[in-house]
């Protein structure tokens, strides 16, 4: 009994060490560590808050090894720079109020982010923020590329894509009679 | 401490309270798509389908149809279809369809062989709209009458004339198109109603868009007989229906009429899975006044009642269910001499409403009314008098 307790008061002790630290280091599969607002974490990446409640973090640098240096780097650069300029993913989320605009309008600095992202960074961001649950990174940066398909031709937005075309000429050409409309203007 | 492995499944790490799914793919799925030069754009179709494509508006949707078979398919899914719509329905529509029509109060059976519709996009609280654009100009060589009653469903309008007439459109894709000639209705040899709306709704049950439409095989006289200072009815009233299917799509609903049928005001529900009429409740009204009317704001049905001398309208607002469940929005005191109150679009505090010939924004909370359009425009539309405003969302395919 008297072991278990203090075993017990250990953990708790750890526990509160833990909570009191106030930034979570976070390894890219090639082995770069990066360190970032606990806060901000919790509340912009829904994967890391679902980490952070449950203990599972690890003070030398949490694995996360499906995404590359690059982008943890940004997705951290996110979190740090801009983390209180931004209401949390579900206040998001419940205050969509707009219609023409395809998201939540990106905030100028949002806008400044993504756009001096290459193509390829900007890609790896969006496959990075929906591996970590970040509804708003994943809007900005979806809203982005939806920026970028607009007003292109399918040619176009294969290019930018590295889509292969599969379809045969005769195919094609059925589909584009049955939506010309869409084809008319820009 | 051992790190969790990261899998879907785990509830912690998918939260599904966010209001909307997410694309999240199995971490399995997650694989760079087999480019063989430097060249890493290996974003996952499923992801691009669920989180890019889904915010398109109809025009980008369609071309991106001809990208390759897997986008076709992923945006042809139901599962698409339906989230498409949901996104666009969630969001408060910030336009309004203006349909203007120059009416001829002593000739409804005037016609025109033109319709145009125009955007009139919302400014902010505070200003004027200066711009409308016309969407569509479309000429009917036949006519169509001045008088017409629009209801809306998904941006699809459906047009009602002060004929047996109906046309349908979509004006995002420019579509237009006459309705096969229906079933004459004899309440419009009475003089009763200038133009009699249609129904425009989606069938869930059999995933189409259908125009319901009501009509009186016979429709009896009321009679003043002054010996004992009565209304009397003289003659039946035969009250039938028929259904037009559209095209595809997901989501479902029901279609409402109201029928002004003397000497008891009913106000009857068609229910697209039966494809019956069934009585209903009424909002708990004293009385009704012949300025009643019925519009269906955000997919919600609305009863405006006004009094006796309009000096003030009541907006009545149904949850859909077994029976229509009638709650009071708002009680609207308006200046003297608009006869005419229509809610188009609700955002959060904010009514926007077709008052008399324009529209303005209402705020429930202190009662102020604010015009939204500003004279200028109204000139430049060569009259927006005599306008239908209906919502505009944004357009599905």
């Known amino acids: 009994m008297e072991v278990d307790k203090g075993k017990g008061e250990a953990e708790e002790t750890r526990k509160v060490a833990e909570a009191d630290r106030d930034t979570v280091t976070l390894k890219s599969s090639d082995g770069k560590l990066f360190e970032v607002s606990k806060e901000a974490a919790a509340r912009l990446s829904t994967v890391l ?101 607009k007003g292109k031709s399918p040619d176009q937005i294969r290019e930018v894509f590295n889509i292969k075309n599969d379809y045969t000429k005769e195919e094609l050409e059925e589909i584009r009679q049955e939506l010309a409309w869409a084809f008319y203007d820009d | 401490m051992p790190i969790p492995s990261l899998c879907t499944s785990d509830p912690i790490l998918f939260p599904t309270t966010l209001g909307r799914p997410r694309g999240f793919p199995p971490i399995g799925t997650m694989v760079c798509s087999s480019s063989s030069d430097e060249m890493h754009l290996g974003i996952p179709d499923d992801l691009l389908i669920a989180e890019v494509l889904i915010h398109l508006p109809a025009k980008s949707l369609a071309r991106c149809r001809c990208v390759c078979r897997s986008w076709r398919a992923g945006i042809a899914a139901a599962a698409f279809v339906r989230r498409h719509r949901d996104l666009s329905r969630a969001r408060p529509p910030l336009s309004v369809l203006a349909i203007p029509r120059e009416c001829d109060p002593d000739d409804r059976h005037a016609t025109s062989t033109d319709i145009t519709f125009h955007r009139l996009v919302l400014p902010p609280p505070g200003q004027m709209a200066t711009e409308a654009d016309l969407v569509l100009h479309k000429t009917w060589h036949e006519g169509i009458t001045r008088a017409i009653y629009p209801t809306h469903c998904d941006g699809l309008v459906a047009i009602a004339t002060a004929t047996d007439k109906v046309f349908v459109s979509n004006p995002a894709t420019g579509e237009f198109a006459a309705l096969p000639l229906c079933t004459h209705n004899a309440e419009l040899d009475h003089g009763v109603a200038k133009a009699v709306p249609v129904a425009l709704g989606f069938d869930q049950w059999r995933n189409s868009y259908v125009v319901a439409r009501y009509f009186y095989w016979t429709y009896g006289e009321t009679t003043f007989d002054e010996a004992t200072d009565e209304w009397v009815q003289d003659g039946d009233y035969d009250i039938g229906h028929e259904v037009f299917t ?18 008891h005001l009913r106000l009857m529900r068609f229910g697209l899975r039966d494809r019956k009429f069934e009585v209903v409740s009424r909002p708990p009204t004293p009385g009704w006044s012949h300025l009643d009317s019925m519009a269906a704001m955000d997919g919600k049905l609305c009863y405006v009642h006004a009094t006796a001398d309009a000096s003030f309208f009541q907006l ?82």
């Open chain 2, 246 to 263: 559209l095209g595809g799509g997901g989501g479902g609903g029901s279609s409402w009429e109201l029928t002004d049928d003397p000497p």
């Open chain 2, 316 to 397: 009545w607002m149904a949850d859909d269910g077994q029976d229509l469940q009638w709650s009071l929005r708002c009680r609207i005191v308006h200046a003297p001499g608009f006869r005419y109150f229509k809610p188009i679009i609700e955002d959060g505090d904010m009514l926007v409403v077709a008052v008399g010939e324009t529209v303005n924004r209402y705020n429930v909370q202190n009662g102020s009314m604010e015009e939204v359009v500003d004279k200028q425009l109204r000139l430049q539309c060569k009259r927006l008098e005599g306008s239908e405003f209906i919502s505009q969302r944004r357009l599905l395919l």
């Open chain 1, 49 to 149: 808050a679902g980490m952070i409640a449950g203990g599972s973090i690890d003070d030398n640098g949490t694995d996360l090894k499906q995404i590359g240096s690059e982008a943890l780097e940004n997705v951290v650069d996110y979190c740090n720079k801009h983390a209180n300029s931004i209401p949390s993913a579900a206040l998001i989320s419940s205050s969509i109020s707009f219609n023409t605009a395809p998201f939540k309008e990106p905030e100028e600095w949002e806008r400044k982010f993504v756009d001096r992202l290459s193509h390829d960074a900007l890609f790896d961001l969006v496959e990075a923020a929906n591996f970590l649950g970040m509804e708003r990174l994943l809007d900005v940066t979806c809203h982005k590329i939806s920026e970028m398909m």
